[in-house]
């Protein structure tokens, strides 16, 4: 897989170099994006799509399973390889970051540590090389509380019968595998792998949706769909684990994707403020406008300082009760601190920025979606009050 035209792509630069650092990780991903990417946000944007030739070339350039092992066709990278990809892509396009987050920290993470020999065998190589993978949990009563889930899987003489929609899927349009949360009778919750293709199986394109639009959301519909028990991740009734497994590292990949929102608002408001001039002056030099800039640079740090610390703690074996509390804790404050990026970045371009010609509009748009998916605040600050000690030290 050499190509000419751009060079080598990230594991073929890595079998020249073994001894790639993060830095070079992030610079070979950064420039990935705003060659490729950059150029395709404004129409997947109107177009609520990932864009076919986009889908193609992030399979090419192997970061669509970047933790799974070698032998997989994966990456055989560490947890901060991911993040920082995310994070990186995320700085161009937060919707792109979305689809390749939930690819890599939910259906890959998911099947790598949960799935059983035949299903890592199977999956793996597929997501690796050719396959986009959809998180289906949420339904219309089945938001914050996560695990009300109305979905049913009735057992069968092989296996189950599924039946149900799920709503607000990332990456359903384009999704070739879904895992599916369903309630199994006696059995509570479980966990399904679905391939696209089976009978039964539709995606129906929910209502517009106001940012990371290129992520393609829609409705999951099962009818009457048939899958064997060797489907089940995690056993029967322990979708409940799975889904707390998944969303601790989700959560964790969701922070890089805020903080890389945030360092892309902040690139756009400081370029801006460089060339913008009023009054006889670049508008860089009124203390106004860097006193805002350096509040919001300082910020994007102590988030990324966190991201990252927690992103190391998770990766080193953590246990549940601390997944769960750091993961919130990344998340949450990555949220606020991008919100506060992309709406001062809109301040700084000021007319241009309420506008579409400047990418700060649609990072504004993007922002609103981290205090809500994955948890909203509300619930971290639950989850994160819920570890505080209970009494006197």
Request: glycine fraction near 10%.
């Amino acid at each position: 897989m050499t190509r000419t035209d751009t060079g080598p792509t990230i594991w073929e630069q890595r079998a020249d170099d073994p001894g790639l650092t993060d830095e070079q990780w992030r610079h070979r991903v950064r420039d990935f994006a705003k060659r490729e990417i950059a150029p395709l946000s404004a129409e997947m944007d109107r177009d609520a799509t990932l864009h076919p030739r986009l889908r193609a070339k992030l399979f090419a350039e192997g970061l669509m399973a970047i933790e799974a092992p070698t032998r997989y066709g994966g990456g055989g990278e560490s947890l901060m390889r991911v993040v920082l990809a995310i994070e990186e892509i995320a700085r161009i396009d937060p919707g792109v970051a979305v689809a390749v987050d939930v690819q890599n920290a939910l259906i890959v993470a998911t099947v790598l540590r949960l799935g059983t020999g035949d299903q890592k065998r199977w999956y793996l190589p597929l997501l690796a090389t050719r396959q986009v993978g959809a998180f289906s949990l949420s339904e219309e009563q089945a938001g914050s509380d996560a695990l009300a889930v109305a979905t049913t899987a009735t057992p069968t003489a092989d296996g189950f019968r599924l039946d149900g929609r799920k709503r607000w899927t990332s990456n359903a349009l384009h999704a070739d595998l879904f895992l599916v949360f369903a309630r199994a009778e006696g059995h509570g919750t479980s966990a399904f792998l679905v391939e696209r293709t089976a009978p039964g199986v539709s995606v129906d394109p929910r209502a517009e949706q106001m940012g990371v639009r290129a992520a393609a959301t829609a409705d999951l519909v099962l009818t009457d769909v048939r899958v064997q028990a060797r489907a089940c991740v995690g056993g029967l009734g322990g979708g409940e684990g799975v889904a707390i497994a998944a969303l601790d590292i989700g959560r964790v990949g969701i922070a890089a994707q805020l903080v890389g929102l945030a360092q892309g608002a902040l690139d756009e408001a400081v370029a801006y403020s460089r060339h913008r001039k009023q009054f006889g002056q670049r508008i860089g030099t009124f203390q106004g406008v860097q006193f805002v800039l350096a509040e919001t640079a300082a910020e994007i740090a102590a988030a990324r300082a966190l991201l990252y610390d927690v992103t190391s703690t998770v990766a080193g074996g953590a246990d549940i009760a601390e997944r769960l509390r750091l993961s919130a804790m990344a998340k949450y404050f990555a949220s606020q601190v991008a919100e506060r990026a992309a709406s001062r970045a809109v301040e700084v371009l000021g007319g241009n920025g309420y506008t579409r010609d400047y990418p700060v509009e649609r990072f504004y748009r993007d922002a609103k979606a981290g205090r809500i998916y994955e948890g909203t605040s509300n619930i971290l600050l639950r989850a994160i009050a819920g570890s505080l000690p209970q009494e006197r030290p």
